[in-house]
Structures are given as C-alpha cells and as structure tokens.
C-alpha cells in the first residue's frame, strides 16, 4: 500500500529555514506526481509546488512562491520542500500529496495519496 510520510517539520524563528522530507514507499508504481500543500489558521488548504516523476516542477501561486523549492533525491522515494526566509505567516500544517495524474494540478482533489501532514511553526 502506498505510503507518503512527512517530516522535518517544527519551530523557527523568523527568516529562519526548514527542509521538509516526503517519504514515498510505491513512488514508482502508483505515483506520477508528488505535490505539497499547506493549510494555514483560518484558511483553505492551498498547493504550493509539485513534482513529477520525469522531473518536471510546477510552483503554483501562494506567498512562498520564490522562498520555497521542491526537489528530490536519486532514488525517487524522497521529495523535499526547501523553505528559506520563513515568516509567520507560514506557520501553519504542512502535506505531500501524490497523484496518478501526469500532470501536476493545483486542486487537491486531484491527490489521492496524502501524507499525515507536519507542523511548521514560525515563531519569535
């Protein structure tokens, strides 16, 4: 069964960093896309930037759009979300997602697989 685990996440101060780690087990097989998602205190869950499993990366546009970065490792069973100049209007939980789709979607019904999501504070 296919398994998205998340971490990495926790507590930092203002323009501080965190890499956040997505465990894949089945990448391979059942998954064409991994996206991660952020649902922020009083607001929708929202797409932050996804990745497929030829290498394509789509950035979709919330306020980190420029300080976060997806990426993976060569094995293909990890994704990362690299966030730079954290503020803390980022504080929030923190998803990966994966789709069988291709193509990357925005829409996070488009994800069938989700992870147990990671908390990320940004805090003084």
């Known amino acids: 069964q296919l398994q998205l685990v998340e971490s990495g996440g926790g507590s930092v101060r203002p323009g501080g960093s965190l890499r956040l780690s997505c465990k894949v087990s089945?990448?391979?097989?059942?998954?064409?896309?991994i996206a991660w998602f952020r649902q922020v205190p009083g607001k929708e869950r929202e797409a932050i930037s996804c990745?497929?499993?030829?290498?394509?990366?789509?950035k979709y546009g919330h306020s980190g759009q420029g300080r976060f970065d997806i990426s993976r490792d060569d094995a293909k069973t990890t994704v990362f979300l690299q966030m730079d100049g954290l503020q803390s209007e980022d504080t929030g939980r923190y998803y990966c997602?994966?789709?069988?789709?291709?193509?990357?979607?925005?829409?996070?019904?488009?994800?069938?697989?989700w992870g147990q999501g990671i908390q990320v504070t940004v805090s003084s």
């Open positions: 089945g990448f391979g097989s059942d998954v064409n896309a």
């Open positions: 997602a994966g789709t069988r789709s291709l193509r990357c979607v925005p829409d996070d019904n488009g994800y069938s697989y």
């Open positions: 990745m497929t499993k030829s290498g394509g990366r789509v």
